[in-house]
């Protein structure tokens, strides 16, 4: 009984834990430098970053605030463990995720960051990067084109593995 106790405790602190992260994201371009900026509204640059598939590097970023254009983020490469953490503004347009499919192979897009809103259902056509628009905790806004037209939404089934769509 006891140790029940303990196993259920310690599993509703991961659960907690994992819903308390933030967003997550990955350099979406490959072999291109991307700049990492001072703060929101400057082109001051305090750093480059670029996946490097000759290499195998690839980057990581927790989205920690966002402005218009930008996301202040932590990047991580995470083909070198010991490499340093960064943190910088880089524009939106290079952050990316893959999305889940539900059991039935379906997307579901909400509405707003709420599990209990009505969603829309989107086939998963293939498996592709889809850009960060926004983040509200761990949730992502997402503009998605599915058979032919544009879908835009919030979803917190994605994955931020550069190395597999998680599936």
Known sequence: ?????ISLVIMICYVYNMQAQNAQSFLKVNN???SVYKDSLTDVCIHTIMNDTLFEHYYEMTLLEQSKYRFYVRIRCVSQYNSPQL????????CGVYIYSGKDGMWRLYSSPDKKLPYILLPNEKTK??????FEG???????????K???G???DYCSSIYSSCT
């Not at 990067?129 to 926004?134: C, G, K, R």
């Open 150 to 152: 544009i879908h835009k």
């Open 32 to 34: 291109t430098m991307v």
């Open 1 to 5: 009984m006891k140790t029940i106790l």
């Open 154 to 156: 919030w979803i917190l």
């Open 87 to 94: 943190y910088g503004w880089v524009d939106k347009s290079y």
């Open 138 to 148: 761990r949730w992502l806004l997402l503009k998605i084109e599915c058979a032919g």
């Open 129 to 134: 990067i889809i850009e960060v628009l926004a």
